[in-house]
């Protein structure tokens, strides 16, 4: 395999990986808590890295994984007291245990391969470099084997947790009265999610880690009203980020990762004004379709009432102001697209119903019954 | 086989300075319904709370069928209140009724055909069959009642409790919930609804218990339900007998 394409798929495979259980985190609105543990695990990692002198040892992974579990914890108890609510609970725990990373890094790891900007940034260019070889034999990047193995952890749980995940994010009351310990799973998903950011810290730092597990379940939410189908579409945007974001980054001769988040954040825009359901513009469009279907239905109504005195067209903007406080330009553009459509139509100088205006008249008489 | 469904005996919970309910007691038989009143913040919902094992009991004793709520949890249905949920959940109605089924199916096992079937019926006796696929958020306050409703039919439970499953419906909803509710107590079900409204009372319950921290009364409506033991729920002058407001 060439080194761009093993940069490709570490970039892919990362991505679904933290597409997966940031699915679970969006809709529990705990987004920002994948933003607390990507930064709290820092200390975890420079005291893991302390103990075992490497950055892949599974031991570093599970202490750094324990940090991010801690600061889940820290931020719970902190807001369980009722004095400080949730958001503030986040901003107060992370950086203090980001900062003793900080402070540890200076201290006592300083003349290592691993600084802030690595942790913050990472780089997917340099996976190629570090290499899993058993017995003499490559086995190609080791980030490959570390993000396969978590991507499986991710998809094996949450395959076989699904239904109650799925019970405890939307209902965790329920949950514990059928005896499904929601806790224990939040934990665990949380545990996951730890993980997951620290394990994928190093190729595509912590930063990009935060958009790779919000930006994919935010947008397919957008797209979709079924939870399965969301989480397959974050997966497969996932992989989308990183083969658009590694086709940019070459382009730009630009940094993988930031790529990658900026395809993440550009497609979510895209998404949020164009999503054909419940976009900015179809919510638009239909607020201005059901606008403009009132509007005729009760000028309909207005002209076929017996009791209407007759509406001269040189009046109409004046005596429509007064009934229905339309302002002049609506008026004279209804009554435009109306007589269009055959709607209603103008004899000897005044406004009048057509058949089909009356029948819109009989749709809108159904509203007030 | 006991008659009694439900039997808490002095029921205490406190979550902070002050407790939230009082040395409460109730005793629900099978085959009744009973509800549950009393003014804002009297601890209705905590007592539904404690007897689920949701929230932490100070002292008290309470026994699901003689038993403890964790060996007969598979035959106790609960409907808690429609805002205690996100309803903006990428999920459509047959799902969340299908959800009543999961402490029957246990860890791991799916849903399968049979469950969905049976969730339809759930669906049909509650008049939303025709609303099975519709997303959830895209259904109005009664329709998603009467999907919470559904979600604990289908569980076939033998006791349940529902927390205020009348808030925010129609004349016509109030009716068919109503009904539904009767058919379970008839079919020697125990059903014990939190409510509010006074002036239903009488019509809807068999049995009433008025809360108001501590347990001012429960039994029959007939018996219980008086001005006297209304006034002395709600702290004012009301009457069992007229509007409520």
Redesign the interface.
Known sequence: MSPQAEVQLVAAVTAVACALPGAFLVLRRLSMMSDAISHAILPGIVVGFMLTESLASPLLIAGAAATGVLTVVLVERIEGTGLVREDAAIGLVFPVLFSIGVVLLARYASDVHLDVDAVLLGELAFVPFDRLEWGGIDLGPRALWVMGTVLLLNAAFLTAFYKELKLSTFDAQLAATLGFIPGVLHYVLMSLVSVTAVSAFDAVGSILVVALMVAPPATAYLLTDRLDRMIVLSAGLGVGYALVGYAGAAALDASIAGSMATVAGLLFGVTLVAAPERGLVATWRRQHRHTARFSAQLLAAYLANPSTPPVPLSEASNRLHDRFGWLPSHTQALISDLRDQDLITVRSGHLACTEAGQQLADEAAQHAA | MTDVALDIQGCTVAY?DTPVLWDASLTVPRGTITGVLGPNGAGKTTLL?AV???VPVASGRIQVFGDTY?AQ?DR?G?V?QRG???WD????ALD?VL?GL??Q?G??R??GAHENEQARQALRDVGMLDYTDR?I?QLSGGQQQRVFLA?ALVQDADLYLMDEPLQGVDATTERTIMQLLHNLRDAGKAVVVVHHDLHTVADYFDRVLLLNKRAVASGPVASVFTDANVSATYGTEMRASTEAH
């Open positions: 902070h709370k689920l094992g949701l964790a949890q106790v609960y808690p205690s949920v996100d959940f990428p999920t459509n969340v959800m999961y402490g199916l860890w791991f799916r849903p997303q958020s979600r």
